[in-house]
């Protein structure tokens, strides 16, 4: 694996809020091409990693490298360049409720690639609601839509921008099993199709299971295990057990 | 030694002075700078809608759209408001003018209410109630369910896309809606001096504009311009800070109208003391 490209690299990362400190001392790397899952449980700091990632939220120290450029130190004209590199999709989905589906998958689109005429960018939006396999939806209003639409809606939004990196919080928290199975699918079709690199946040195993190829926990500020799912899992370590059997069992 | 150094050196004397008093808890302490912080808070906020009032790209049709927000869905209210505040105020100014022989001079009191203080003044008043508390509602509401950041992480610049836009949307329409809710509080007034005066439209105006100079115009003019950016700006500073959930949409909304109603006040009080001293020279 280490001959691998890495588009994603953190060292030694510090954030605390107030006098909390939420990671100490994380470091990550992330390869070109690969699912990444992050696993913890909740108010670990998952999301907190994840918004330094994308230059949400300051680092308090260390360094978080995403392809090749320090994400903190960059000008907000180049931050927003490899922001157009980077798809996020929040926890929350947060799709902007008063803008049709149409609207919120072309917002971004139209400001950043001026020179593409209606006719494209139509075509974009038709694709990438093809590729979440909703395009009867595409007037629709977001209040209109079901948890697990609102979340394939939320992939689309960043699947048309191209994106190199995925970041996904949480995409499967609050839907039924079978819509977790689609969405689980859907992210694998992502890396697939795009050829993207993802980190993915969750507290399902499930869902870890079937898109990592690596796994880190994330417990009391810090990468407690990272490896595939058998090597976190297969191991007598009480904290990931007690995880495994909280997840399978309930 | 400019004014901005000195001013800095103000607030910093007086910053170290509170500081001083601080109690035995340091929760006064943490108050104050919190304040300050604010108030830093708040002078980059504003600064930053100046700068990019005038960078590239510019949202042309969203400006349009929030103007007609604020514009034309405020039309109702203000028609409202303004017709019988034209109406009672004629009617309460009635008898005190009569009582001294000179009742032909209402329709100039009148006139010189609306475009000195009553135009400006109410309309701000309700658009700070109305498009103030809407502004701070919907940019809490955004920034709470994290729409704001997904526009920051898909490379939109949402200040640009959200506040510069209502600012500028408000800073253009509440002087129009300003001139409107003149015009129809001084056909309210009309209305009540015809019914009982039997004076005519063309009559009417004339003697209701013929005491207004054209600093009275100006005045109003700038003070609408100033009333609109204030409301535009507050709402989406409360609205662009929110926090806590539900609850802070609830706030950011109340602060928005509240903050903006004293604002408006304050600016009315600055502005005719400039206004009287302009007219002595
Ligand atoms: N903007 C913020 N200001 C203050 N504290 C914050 C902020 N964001 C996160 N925190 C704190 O950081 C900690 C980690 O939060 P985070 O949202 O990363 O949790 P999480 O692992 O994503 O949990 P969940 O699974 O519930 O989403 C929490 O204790 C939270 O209170
Ligand atoms: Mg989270």
Known sequence: MTDREVVISIRDLHKSFGGTKVLKGINLDLYRGENFVVLGRSGSGKSVLIKVIAGLLKPDSGIVNVLGLQVDLLSQKDLQALRLKLGFIFQSSALYDSMSIRENLEFSMIRNFRHLSTKEINIAVDEVLEAVGLREKINQMPSDLSGGQIKRIGIARTLILRPDIMLYDEPTAGLDPITCTEINELINEVQRIYNTSSIIITHDLTCAKATGHRIAMLQDGNFSRVGTFAEVFNTDDISAKSFFDYNFIN | ?281
């Open chain 2, 1 to 281: 030694m400019n004014i901005r150094e000195s001013a800095i050196r103000l607030i910093n004397r007086i910053y170290c002075t509170l500081k001083k008093y601080r109690s035995g808890d340091d929760l006064f302490t943490k108050k104050i700078d919190a304040f300050f912080l604010e108030v830093v808070d708040v002078h980059k906020f504003v600064t930053r809608f100046f700068k990019e009032l005038f960078t590239k790209p510019f949202e042309f049709k969203e400006i349009i759209n929030q103007c007609y927000q604020v514009g034309f869905k405020s039309v109702p209210l203000i028609t409202l408001t303004g017709f019988v505040i034209g109406i009672v105020f004629t009617k309460q100014s009635r008898p005190p003018l009569v009582e001294f022989g000179a009742a032909s001079w209402l329709p100039s009191l009148i006139g010189i209410a609306f475009v000195r203080a009553l135009g400006p003044l109410v309309t701000a008043l309700i658009a700070a109630g109305k498009v103030g508390s809407n502004i701070g509602a919907e940019l809490g509401s955004m920034k709470v369910t994290e729409q704001i950041d997904a526009m920051d992480v898909s490379a939109v610049n949402p200040y640009k896309f959200l506040v510069v836009t209502r600012v500028t949307a408000t800073t253009i329409m509440i002087p129009v809606l300003t001139l409107y809710c003149t015009l129809v509080g001084l056909l309210g007034s009309y209305l009540n001096v015809h019914l009982n005066e039997m004076t005519s439209i063309t009559a009417y105006f004339e003697s209701a504009f013929s005491s207004v100079s054209f600093l009275d115009v100006y005045s109003a003019v700038f003070k609408s311009i100033v009333y609109g950016f204030t409301i535009g700006i507050v709402g989406a500073y409360r609205g662009f800070n929110a926090t806590n959930g539900t609850q802070g949409v609830g706030k950011a909304a109340n602060r928005a109208v509240v903050f903006s109603m004293f604002l408006i006040f304050a600016e009315e009080i600055t502005i005719v003391q400039i206004t009287n001293w302009l007219a002595t020279l």
